[in-house]
Nanobody, 128 residues
Framework: QVQLVESGGGLVQAGDSLRLSCAAS????????IGWFRQAPGKERDFVTA????????IAADSVKGRFTISRDNAKKTVYLQINSLKPEDTAVYYC?????????????????????WGQGTQVTVSS
């Protein structure tokens, strides 16, 4: 059982940077793959990036490579999403989610139903 809470969103200007946090409760946090997803108004929820339980594997959507960096601190039970050079098209609600399955990129990337726990989301709004 894992509870996830996102924070760090806000209203920023294009070119700014943000660091989102996903804080978790639960003793088994370190065994979970954590993914970040985002959902823009009127759009489907899309995969952004994910990190394996140990931190040894990461994967990211092509659209965010080079600007978004995921990291985790299992001692603090927190996963971070560093976002640089924000663009208006990054505007969305950002969610973190957890799954406890062996690392498999296809499932991590495409299988949203494989994630058992979801946070409430944090809003990121980027003005031009």
């Amino acid at each position: 059982q894992v509870q996830l809470v996102e924070s760090g969103g806000g209203l920023v200007q294009a070119g700014d940077s943000l660091r989102l946090s996903c804080a978790a409760s639960g003793r088994t946090f370190s065994s979970y793959t954590i993914g970040w997803f985002r959902q823009a108004p009127g759009k489907e929820r899309d995969f952004v990036t994910a990190v394996s339980s140990s931190g040894s594997n990461t994967i990211a959507a092509d659209s965010v490579k080079g600007r978004f960096t995921i990291s985790r601190d299992n001692a603090k039970k927190t996963v971070y999403l560093q976002i640089n050079s924000l663009k208006p098209e990054d505007t969305a609600v950002y969610y973190c989610a957890a799954q406890n399955q062996p690392w498999r990129p296809d499932r991590v990337r495409w299988g949203q139903d494989a994630y058992d726990y979801w946070g409430q989301g944090t809003q990121v709004t980027v003005s031009s």
